[in-house]
């Protein structure tokens, strides 16, 4: 098969110290790309060394933090965020929903912080 469907609702969430995280699609199932919904309380400052990242906003409001730049985040707003940059996203009141692509895939080795 060439293809591979996976439905929000059939995902299992795991925490993680930002928020929680559904995995639409890993690096086991694709060696590029990594695929996850991700609702963000509060983000903790990091970099990765190897890993590009795509952020969509969905839902809620809040600002990402790129080195020394503030970005206002609200619904349709996409970020690409290149290896090194230092990124941190905040939400405004409650949670931030947003789908997060990494290429390569996300690994835990991959993630510093200062």
């Known amino acids: ?13 795991f925490d993680h ?3 929680n ?3 639409y699609f890993s690096g086991e199932d ?6 996850a919904q991700v609702k963000i309380i509060d983000d903790r400052r990091h970099y990765h ?6 952020y969509y906003v969905l839902r ?10 503030e970005v206002p985040l609200a619904p ?16 405004d ?6 789908l997060v692509v990494s290429s390569p895939p996300y690994s835990p080795d991959d993630e510093f912080f200062d």
């Not at 469907?5 to 995902?11: A, G, I, Q, Y």
């Open 1 to 13: 098969m060439g293809y591979k469907v996976r439905r929000f609702d059939d995902l299992e969430p």
């Open 17 to 19: 110290p930002f928020g």
């Open 21 to 23: 995280v559904w995995v």
């Open 30 to 35: 694709h060696p590029a790309v990594n695929i």
């Open 49 to 54: 060394k190897k890993a590009t990242e795509f």
């Open 60 to 69: 809620g409001r809040g600002r990402i933090y790129l080195d020394s730049d």
């Open 76 to 91: 349709g707003t996409s970020v690409l965020i290149e290896p090194g940059t230092r990124h941190r996203a905040v939400a």
């Open 93 to 98: 009141v409650g949670k931030l929903d947003i």
